[in-house]
């Protein structure tokens, strides 16, 4: 998993059978040029600091389960963070940002 914050958002005109009518978010970890897209389960919006689930896991949060495997997924947001120091562009020092 990795915390981070929405950055923007991917648009397409047609999407693989298991992407219909799923969001897909930009997100970035704020520590490296990484960047990673995610399917948007919990309506982020962009600036919105999230925990994303990367591969089996983020099967899992679409999907919990063995016989989840058919799942066009490789990252999904598993939780909108709550405040709070140590995110993204976060300095570590109490009361930064």
């Known amino acids: 998993m990795i915390r981070g914050r929405v950055i923007g958002e991917v648009w397409g005109a047609r999407k693989a059978p298991g992407l219909d009518g799923r969001r897909l978010v930009v997100v970035t970890d704020g520590a490296s ?3 990673v897209v995610a399917i948007d389960t919990l309506g982020a919006r962009i600036g919105e600091d999230v925990l994303c689930a990367l591969g089996s ?10 016989d989840n495997r058919a799942i066009l997924c490789d990252a999904a947001i598993a939780l909108l963070v709550d405040g709070g120091p140590g995110g993204p562009g976060d300095a570590g020092e109490e009361g930064a940002g």
């Open 33 to 35: 040029d990484r960047v």
């Open 57 to 66: 896991g983020g099967r899992n949060v679409l999907a919990p389960g063995p």
